[in-house]
């Protein structure tokens, strides 16, 4: 669905069943990483934006799923590392607490997924 409300309430949904088996979501790091660099680069509507950071709770969320599928994955790690590292550069430019809580998930993420 193009609305990022629905894919918004869907990230909980891919959240929680790739921690019970991350397998069938391995397919979805492009797409995830894709979603991730869109909201990076504000291509979200602005009412999505909370004090001026893209829409940092799904970008948190998204985060999230992708330390848990890259977890001693290193296929699946190696797309990862670039947009984590532009993601991370974006929140900590800002300085705010809703970016230190991407900077916490980003750092986290990093020194979860595949070396």
């Given at each position: 669905?193009?609305?990022?409300?629905?894919?918004?309430?869907?990230?909980?949904?891919?959240?929680?069943?790739?921690?019970?088996?991350?397998?069938?979501?391995?397919?979805?790091?492009?797409?995830?990483?894709?979603?991730?660099?869109?909201?990076?680069?504000?291509?979200?509507?602005?009412e999505?934006?909370?004090?001026?950071?893209?829409?940092?709770?799904?970008?948190?969320?998204?985060v999230?799923?992708?330390?848990?599928?890259?977890?001693?994955?290193?296929?699946?790690?190696?797309?990862m590392?670039?947009?984590?590292?532009?993601?991370?550069?974006?929140?900590?430019?800002?300085?705010?607490?809703?970016?230190?809580?991407?900077?916490?998930?980003?750092?986290?993420?990093?020194?979860?997924?595949?070396?």
């Amino acid at each position: 669905d193009r609305d990022p409300a629905v894919m918004g309430a869907t990230l909980n949904v891919i959240e929680a069943m790739a921690r019970v088996d991350v397998q069938p979501f391995k397919d979805l790091v492009p797409s995830l990483i894709s979603i991730l660099k869109q909201i990076c680069e504000r291509r979200l509507p602005s009412e999505y934006d909370y004090h001026r950071i893209p829409a940092p709770w799904m970008q948190m969320k998204i985060v999230r799923i992708l330390s848990i599928i890259g977890k001693n994955d290193q296929q699946s790690s190696e797309g990862m590392y670039e947009i984590l590292g532009d993601c991370l550069r974006k929140a900590e430019e800002a300085g705010i607490n809703a970016s230190n809580a991407i900077v916490y998930e980003c750092v986290r993420t990093i020194t979860a997924i595949y070396p």
